[in-house]
T-cell receptor
């Protein structure tokens, strides 16, 4: 089955700097890659996603890039703010349906 | 995004009792919902896929008789942890896919279960 690796597991950045989280997937048939933000004691919140027919997508301060050949995708957060502090999960899906395979998560701390 | 409501947010129960967790899609109908389990500082582990009107599909290693799933309507799925034990203590989260957005999954707020 699909395997998703996520790095780093923890990331500490200064407010205003950029944060980058990388994920690799194993199944070349995967075609949908969402990113979720999870705050303590809450459920994950979808923040951005990308399909395999697109190389890059941006939404204000967050962007996702996808390299299908290398089978990796990344989340970029620019101008980080303290409220960006959370755990971020990448995921991958193949085929129809909604069954996702999640990465291990990255705990991001933005220091004021 | 679509709203998925999960209740209760926190429950404490005695060992041997059963606990029911509800997951509702508030503004859409979901033929499929998913139940996850999450241990502290770990990723989400898919437990089962809940299918409206039919039996749930469980992931390998998940006990069907322990974690009963019922998806009786297009807006409600329930997870019942039967004869709970301390090792069942965990954060349980449900999710549902909005039909109009095809692939996007929206999550409930989670339920922290503590079994004494």
């Amino acid at each position: 089955g699909e395997n998703v690796e996520q790095h780093p597991s923890t990331l500490s950045v200064q407010e205003g700097d950029s944060a980058v989280i990388k994920c690799t997937y194993s199944d070349s048939a995967s075609n949908y890659f969402p990113w979720y933000k999870q705050e303590l004691g809450k459920g994950p919140q979808l923040i951005i996603d990308i399909r395999s027919n697109v190389g890059e997508k941006k939404d204000q301060r967050i962007a996702v890039t996808l390299n299908k050949t290398a089978k990796h995708f990344s989340l970029h957060i620019t101008e980080t703010q303290p409220e960006d502090s959370a755990v971020y999960f990448c995921a991958a899906k193949k085929g129809a349906g909604n069954k996702l395979t999640f990465g291990g998560g990255t705990r991001v701390l933005v220091k004021p | 995004g679509a709203v998925v409501s999960q209740h209760p947010s926190r429950v404490i129960c005695k060992s041997g009792t059963s606990v029911k967790i509800e997951c509702r899609s508030l503004d859409f109908q979901a033929t499929t919902m998913f139940w996850y389990r999450q241990f502290p500082k770990q990723s989400l582990m898919l437990m089962a896929t809940s299918n409206e009107g039919s039996k749930a599909t469980y992931e390998q290693g998940v006990e069907k008789d322990k974690f009963l799933i019922n998806h009786a309507s297009l807006t409600l799925s329930t997870l019942t942890v039967t004869s709970a034990h301390p090792e069942d203590s965990s954060f349980y989260i449900c999710s549902a896919g909005h039909p109009s957005t095809n692939e996007k999954l929206f999550f409930g707020s989670g339920t922290q279960l503590s079994v004494l």
